[in-house]
């Protein structure tokens, strides 16, 4: 059975033109993308971004704008479904309290599933370092954007 998987990300930019990276491990599977995840039933796209930067990050954001949402075919990575993605530009409420890593995976702990956090210069993200399609799109789009103009 095929179905849609609705998914909602936020990017949050610091004034050093750093952007909030979330590196995970799920159950042996690695991968880098940018905080967000997966809708709830009855959830707006909003609310659902809050929940998971409280989720995700213990962090209240406020959402500044639409950035890109998905506009080709995407096959989830975990299941048979079709992923549709909604990016936003978002901010802290207040200073974020995660312990932020300077190395790609560099995990604390052991478990089935595992996070860790890195603030990246835009300038610096390698695509080939995030691995979802769409995210990869809006790791581009983010370069092409916020590039600095010689």
């Known amino acids: 059975m095929s179905y849609f998987n609705v998914r909602v990300y936020g990017l ?10 979330s590196d995970e ?7 880098s993308k ?15 971004l809050k929940r998971e930067f409280v989720e995700e990050c213990e962090a209240e954001i406020e959402v500044l704008s639409h950035f890109y949402t998905t506009d080709f075919y995407e096959k989830s990575s975990f299941n048979d479904s079709q992923v ?11 200073p974020l309290k995660l312990a932020f890593k300077d190395k790609i995976y560099d995990f604390d702990g052991e478990g089935e599933i595992l996070q860790a956090f890195r603030r990246v210069k ?6 080939d370092e ?6 990869k799109t809006v790791a581009q789009l983010l370069k092409d954007q916020y590039s600095v103009k010689l």
Do not use: C, W
Not at 37 to 44: Q, S, Y
Not at 130 to 135: E, M, P, Q, S, Y
């Open 84 to 94: 549709i993605s909604v990016y936003y530009l978002v901010k802290e409420k207040a």
């Open 34 to 48: 940018f905080p967000g995840g997966g809708l709830e039933l009855g959830e707006g796209l909003i609310d659902g």
């Open 25 to 31: 491990e799920e159950y042996g599977f690695r991968f």
């Open 122 to 127: 835009i300038q610096d993200l390698v695509i």
């Open 12 to 21: 949050l930019i610091n004034q050093n033109n750093e952007v909030l990276v």
């Open 130 to 135: 995030i691995t979802f399609k769409t995210d």
